[in-house]
């Protein structure tokens, strides 16, 4: 299972940002979904994790400024985050639990997309 996460850049404070993470493969059927976030100076922390019946997890504080959501059909995981702040620049990577026939369920991993928050 692949993964590739897009749809970060430049935003100003206050702005908003959709990120979006794709899942492909073959013969896969996702679990769960998940964004982290990499600060500079500090440790990947979790953003939100969504299940593929729709129950969702935020990390602290993020719930109110950040929505998940997953396309089931599409494979696909969206973060949508609004009112950005200059402490959300981050790169942000998606990762997936999903089940194959020949591994059984596993976490894969994609490569991140950069948010930069300008004050």
């Known amino acids: 299972v692949q993964l590739q996460a897009y749809g970060g850049g430049l935003v100003q404070a206050g702005g908003s940002l959709r990120l979006s993470c794709a899942a492909s493969?073959?013969?896969?059927?996702?679990?769960?979904m998940t964004w982290y976030r990499h600060r500079p100076g500090k440790q990947r922390e979790l953003v939100a994790t969504?299940?593929?019946?729709?129950?969702?997890n935020y990390g602290d504080s993020l719930k109110d400024r950040f929505t998940i959501s997953l396309d089931t059909v599409k494979n696909t995981v969206y973060l949508q985050m609004r009112n950005l702040r200059p402490e959300d620049t981050a790169t942000y990577s998606c990762?997936?639990?999903?089940?194959?026939?020949?591994?059984?369920?596993?976490?894969?991993w994609g490569l991140g997309t950069q948010v930069t928050v300008s004050s």
């Open positions: 990762s997936a639990n999903a089940w194959t026939l020949r591994l059984g369920p596993v976490d894969y």
């Open positions: 969504i299940t593929k019946d729709g129950s969702t």
């Open positions: 493969g073959h013969d896969f059927i996702i679990n769960t």
